[in-house]
């Protein structure tokens, strides 16, 4: 019989970490009506901060934000804004302000992402992804970065590990997100003296989450994962703890895979090299399969 392969337990925060240790604090997360960047604003609020998430849909962000106070305890409030308009990100971060009264930790989680090879990508699609995820980055940097400094906190990017390699159908992301990994390395050093560190973390193959449905609708076979199992949200949850946290009061300027090693192993899950010899049979099995 051949040995079974060891699967890697999901750590319980609720035993891993103090429930208080971010009471008083407030995090202020852009994407968090969904998807990750929602379990990492659920993991800050269930160890005591109150949060403020930012999205472009409305109904979305006040049912996510009415949820996440509801299972947590604290409180989060929906703040509407599109991280391609600062005017709009400045407005939500004031309204934060308005309700908390300081803006301690800051999650750029905002991204688009589809599935195209460049030949396939206008230049408004590629300049759309830019837009969302550095620039929107850095916009978001700009609205917040008086509050944070004024609290001594900390930022999370989050990122991918896309672009670690040459990933097809991936340009615009993998593009927007080395930007998003210059920025926060360059934050880190210039805020460093202000008291503020800022880090990334890049999460792989998460299980449940749109960019795991899209790929897989292509990938059509089992990618290898090295503790057994493809991620959980709230593994990143865990990894976005511990960054916010003292414990790591001397980690800035780093990029975290929270990937279960699967970059190291990692080849393009598109088949190859038919999906970029005929793209339009590609992305009609995505099409069917989505
Ligand atoms: N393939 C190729 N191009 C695409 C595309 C796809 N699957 N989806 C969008 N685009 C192109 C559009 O055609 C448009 O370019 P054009 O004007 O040359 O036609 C450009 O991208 C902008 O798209 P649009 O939908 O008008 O922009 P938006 O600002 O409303 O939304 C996204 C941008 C990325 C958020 C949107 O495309 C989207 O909903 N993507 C899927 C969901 C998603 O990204 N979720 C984030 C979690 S990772």
Do not use: W
């Amino acid at each position: 019989m051949a040995p079974s392969a060891y699967i890697a337990p999901v750590g319980d925060s609720a035993l891993i970490f103090r429930d208080d240790i971010f009471k008083g604090k407030v995090l202020f997360c852009t994407g968090g009506g969904s998807g990750i960047c929602r379990a990492m604003t659920e993991a800050v609020m269930r160890h005591g901060a109150n949060a403020a998430i930012v999205g472009r849909k409305l109904d979305r962000l006040t049912q996510a934000a009415k949820e996440l106070s509801e299972a947590t305890g604290q409180v989060c409030i929906p703040t509407q804004a599109d991280v391609r308009q600062p005017k709009a990100l400045q407005e939500a971060v004031s309204k934060t302000i308005e309700k908390f009264g300081r803006i301690d930790f800051v999650i750029c989680g905002a991204a688009g992402n589809f599935l195209a090879p460049i030949s396939g990508l206008s230049e408004n699609a590629f300049r759309t992804v830019m837009e969302i995820d550095t620039i929107g980055t850095y916009n978001t940097i700009k609205a917040t970065l008086a509050h944070v400094r004024a609290s001594k906190g900390s930022y999370i990017m989050t990122s991918a590990t896309l672009h670690y390699n040459g990933t097809p159908y991936q340009a615009h992301v993998s593009a927007a997100k080395a930007g998003v990994d210059a920025l926060s390395n360059v934050l880190a050093v210039e805020e460093g003296p202000h008291g503020v560190r800022s880090n990334v973390i890049s999460p792989g193959p998460i299980a449940n989450t749109e960019g795991a449905a899209r790929l897989a609708s292509v990938a059509g076979k089992d990618s290898p994962y090295p503790l057994g199992r493809p991620g959980d949200v709230r593994d990143v949850g865990n990894a976005t703890i511990f960054l916010f946290s003292d414990a790591a009061s001397f980690v800035t300027g780093q990029i975290l895979a929270v990937d279960g090693g699967s970059e190291h192993l990692r080849t393009t899950q598109l088949p190859y090299p038919a999906s970029v010899l005929d793209p339009s049979a590609t992305l009609k099995v995505l099409k069917a399969r989505m």
